[in-house]
């Protein structure tokens, strides 16, 4: 008898398996639906990246896994407009399937194993704990250096903007993360996909000058085109940073076969080349914060943090679910603040990716 044991098993429960009830008593309401418990594009990908897209059809041969010179070009040119980053070579940029892939193989992907430590936020999206399971590392959820005392983390997952409660970390903050990082020989990956989403702060790259120096060694930061270009479909992200990380992950996603379709490279070069379309779905966001949030908050919420990113972090000073169960009465689905962490046991996430007319829906219900 085989004595495989599934890696499944190593997996906590896929959290939004269990929110099956609530969904059907939020598809309940007379007036349908509003689903604000995934943060998942609703508005059209852009015509420019769609044009682009249907132009790289006929491409019959293998793509590179290091991604075509173009879009690492278009890669680096982006993050300096963007985000101000600056000495960033192409050779230190790598796109990859989505960034939830890289984060959940990153620990992986860099040969951490059982004697490695992982840390991650306290309140973080569940993916970084999956990637540590699935290396096989030690995973201890920490937002204080203190905390760690003199233990030597092999890896530290930063979020700022966080998912899920939109907090943004200071430029101290970063500065602080990055030389003690470097001082123990710690890899820092920053999760940067909602970087351009800032409401009531200002966020930073950990790639920013003002943050590491100008130095990029042991720094990597996550970018997805999901959110801002509407592209999570496409599978669409990229990682950058350190030259000699970013080439020790290429060297191992050739021969895992890792590789990003030509057509989605195309559209990428497109979404990063073009700033217009990015900023038409920033006010998209924006408006639709605007609409909801006082609703929110008018319902009786106290909204904490959320001064980016595209979620609520809000709470009634009571369990969770019972949160969830009471606005899906009202035929509002929202994520329990459970998923990302102990810490989150009377809080709720709720998304603003639903189109204008469901969220002028929720704020009608929540008032």
């Not at 559209?267 to 217009?276: N, Q």
């Amino acid at each position: 008898m085989s004595r495989r044991r599934p890696v499944s098993a190593s997996l906590p429960v896929f959290p939004w398996d269990t929110l099956a009830d609530v969904t059907a008593k939020a598809r309940a309401h007379p007036d349908g639906i509003v689903d604000l418990s995934v943060g998942t594009p609703v508005d059209p990908v852009a015509p420019l990246i769609q044009d682009a897209l249907a132009a790289a059809a006929p491409s019959p041969g293998y793509p590179t896994t290091a991604g075509t010179p173009a879009l690492r070009a278009a890669a680096v040119a982006a993050l300096h407009r963007r985000y101000r980053v600056t000495g960033l070579s192409e050779a230190a940029v790598l796109p990859v399937i989505g960034t939830k892939e890289l984060i959940a193989w990153l620990p992986t992907l860099l040969g951490l194993g059982s004697e490695d430590l992982v840390v991650i936020p306290e309140l973080a999206y569940p993916t970084y704990d999956v990637g540590g399971r699935l290396a096989g590392t030690q995973v201890l959820a920490a937002d204080s250096l203190t905390q760690l005392g003199p233990q030597r983390p092999a890896l530290v997952f930063i979020n700022s903007p966080s998912n899920p409660t939109g907090k943004v970390l200071g430029l101290d903050h970063l500065r602080k993360v990055v030389g003690w990082a470097r001082e123990r020989g710690t890899v820092v990956a920053s999760d940067e996909c909602y970087l351009g989403l800032a409401w009531d702060a200002e966020p930073l790259s950990v790639l920013h000058p003002d943050v590491c120096d100008g130095d990029h060694t042991g720094l990597l930061a996550v970018h997805s085109l999901s959110k801002t270009s509407s592209l999570a479909g496409y599978r669409s992200g990229f990682v950058a940073g350190d030259t000699a990380l970013v080439a020790e992950l290429l060297a191992v996603r050739k021969h895992a076969g890792m590789m990003v379709p030509t057509p989605v490279q195309a559209a990428m070069v497109a979404a990063l080349g073009d700033d217009e379309h990015e900023a038409r779905q920033r006010d998209t966001y924006q408006r639709r914060r605007a609409a909801l949030l006082p609703a929110v908050r008018k319902a009786g919420f106290t909204v904490e943090h959320s001064e980016a990113g595209l979620y609520l972090w809000a709470t009634r000073g009571e369990p969770c679910r019972d949160t969830v169960s009471w606005l899906a009465d009202r035929g509002i689905l929202v994520a329990p603040g459970e998923f990302y962490g102990p810490r989150g046991a009377q809080h709720v996430r709720i998304a603003l990716t639903a189109t204008d007319e469901r969220i002028a829906a929720a704020a009608d219900r929540l008032a």
